[in-house]
C-alpha cells in the first residue's frame, strides 16, 4: 500500500497546453491543466511525481514554521523603527533624486507586508520602515528603485538600465532582498 500523503488538491483548468504542479505557500497542491485533461491522466501524473510533491510540501512546512518563529515586532518597536526611517529615508532620497535629477513629492513610512516602496503618479513616495533594519545597501536599492519609477512607471529594460545607471551592482542588493525580505516582513504582527 502505498503511503497516503495529507494535502490538499486544487485542480485549476485553463487553455494551457501541458501540466503543472505548484505547492502553495499553504500547502495546497494546486495542479494547473488543460480543459481536455483527463482527471485519470492528471492523477497518473500527480502520483509519478509523489517524491517531489512530498520534498516540497516539507519545504513548505518547514518555511512556514521557521516564520512562526520569528519574533514579531511590538507596536513600540514599529514606532521606533518609523522614527528611524523617517530621518534617514528622506535625506537618501534628496541625494540619489540629485543624482537621478527628478523631482519628488512627499516622503511617507509604512509598515507593508507586501511593499518596501511605492511611488505615485504625483511623485509622492511611500518606503517600509522596515528597511531600516535592511543593511543600508539595499535600502539605498529601494530608494533608487522607486526614484526611477518616477521617469519610468514600469520594470522595462529602460527602467532596470535607469536603476543600473545609479547603482551597477543593484542585482546583489536586490537579490539580498529576494532572498531575506521575507523574514524582514515576517517580523510585522499578523
Ligand atoms: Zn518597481
Keep these: ?7 490538499h488538491t486544487e485542480i485549476r483548468r485553463s487553455s494551457r497546453r501541458s501540466l503543472s504542479l505548484q ?7 494546486l495542479i494547473r491543466a488543460p480543459y ?6 492528471i492523477m497518473g501524473y500527480v502520483s509519478a511525481r509523489k517524491d517531489w510533491i512530498e ?30 526611517a523617517k530621518s534617514a529615508i528622506p535625506e537618501r532620497v534628496e541625494y540619489y533624486a540629485r543624482q537621478i535629477g527628478v523631482n519628488y513629492g512627499r516622503i ?23 528597511l531600516v533594519l535592511a543593511p543600508p545597501q539595499v535600502l539605498d536599492y529601494v530608494v533608487v528603485h522607486e526614484l526611477c519609477h518616477l521617469l519610468e512607471m514600469n520594470h ?14 543593484y542585482r546583489g542588493r536586490r537579490k539580498w532582498l529576494r ?12
Design 23 to 29: 505547492i502553495t505557500e499553504d500547502g495546497t497542491l
Design 108 to 130: 511617507s513610512i509604512r509598515h507593508q507586508r507586501t511593499r518596501w516602496g511605492s511611488c505615485s503618479g504625483k511623485g509622492n513616495l511611500n518606503f517600509n520602515c522596515l
Design 1 to 7: 500500500m502505498e503511503k497516503e500523503l495529507d494535502y
Design 156 to 169: 522595462s529594460k529602460r527602467f532596470w538600465s535607469l536603476v543600473e545607471e545609479t547603482l551597477p551592482d
Design 179 to 190: 532572498e531575506h525580505g521575507e523574514e524582514l516582513i515576517g517580523r510585522l504582527p499578523d
Design 36 to 41: 481536455r485533461m483527463s482527471e485519470r491522466t
Design 55 to 84: 520534498a516540497n510540501l516539507q519545504k513548505v512546512a518547514a518555511k512556514k514554521l521557521q516564520m512562526e518563529r520569528i519574533p514579531k515586532l511590538t507596536e513600540a518597536e514599529i514606532k521606533k523603527l518609523t522614527l528611524q
